[in-house]
């Protein structure tokens, strides 16, 4: 049975820092795409980051990128997500997800859906 | 970017009826590269169908999905209790990603 489980959630102030965790098991993690998906309190889901099997490629929402740095450890079966310089608008439930397959987008961009997805983690920016 | 909107925001209806959910991209979405998911409070979303009309596994057969180019419906032929829940539609057929705002489906 394909399991994710999120971990690092919790309360920090706005301009502080957080590392979340993703653990995975019941599938061969090394063989595919990763992401991290948010969604704020009664908002819609919101596409952060992605990154490849490999960990050689990786993409950021704008609304993250240059704070977040997403990463993997094949070895450990394990997925992070560093937050840094975090806003109020981070604010959110943060799943990680797993993203069967890709394809590529008439600019060269890996495109996907995300099959499993865990049960994930609150962070709450506030002061 | 392309832009989902997912109507109606809510849908009220009675179990045993017909659902028929909407979403509208605000351009053509490639290869019909379409997934719709499901989503209870306080669970993660559930993946119900993905090239706009291929079931996810384990996913029963009165869920169905069609459309192409801008126009998509998720349709749930006879609803059961289980059903009501918040429906979102993602498109994957260019970057970035983007998600609906999703469709409350409720019991009447």
């Known amino acids: 049975e394909v399991q994710l489980v999120e971990s690092g959630g919790g309360l920090v102030q706005p301009g502080g820092s957080l590392r979340l965790s993703c653990a995975a098991s019941g599938f061969t993690f090394s063989g595919y795409e990763m992401n991290w998906v948010r969604q704020a309190p009664g908002k819609g889901l919101e596409w952060v980051s992605y990154i490849s099997s490999s960990g050689s490629t990786i993409y950021y929402a704008d609304s993250v990128k240059g704070r977040f740095t997403i990463s993997r450890d094949n070895a450990k079966n394990s997925l992070s997500l560093q937050m840094n310089s975090l806003r109020a608008e981070d604010t959110a439930v943060y799943y990680c997800a797993r993203a069967p397959t890709f394809y590529y987008d008439s600019s060269g961009y890996r495109i996907y859906y995300f099959d499993y997805w865990g049960q994930g983690t609150l962070v709450t920016v506030s002061s | ?108």
Not at chain 2, 9 to 15: E, M, R
Not at chain 2, 34 to 58: C, D, E, M, N, V
Not at chain 2, 69 to 90: K, V
């Open chain 2, 1 to 108: 970017e392309i832009v989902l909107t997912q109507s109606p925001g809510t849908l009220s209806l009675s179990p045993g009826e017909r659902a028929t959910l909407s979403c509208r991209a605000s351009q053509s979405v490639s290869s019909s590269y379409l997934a719709w998911y499901q989503q209870k409070p306080g669970q993660a979303p559930r993946l119900l169908i993905y090239g706009a009309s291929s079931r996810a596994t384990g996913i029963p057969d009165r869920f169905s999905g069609s459309g192409s180019g801008t126009d998509f419906t998720l349709t749930i032929s006879r609803l059961e209790p289980e059903d009501f829940a918040l429906y979102y539609c993602q498109q994957y057929g260019s970057s970035p990603i983007t998600f609906g705002q999703g469709t409350r489906l409720e019991i009447k």
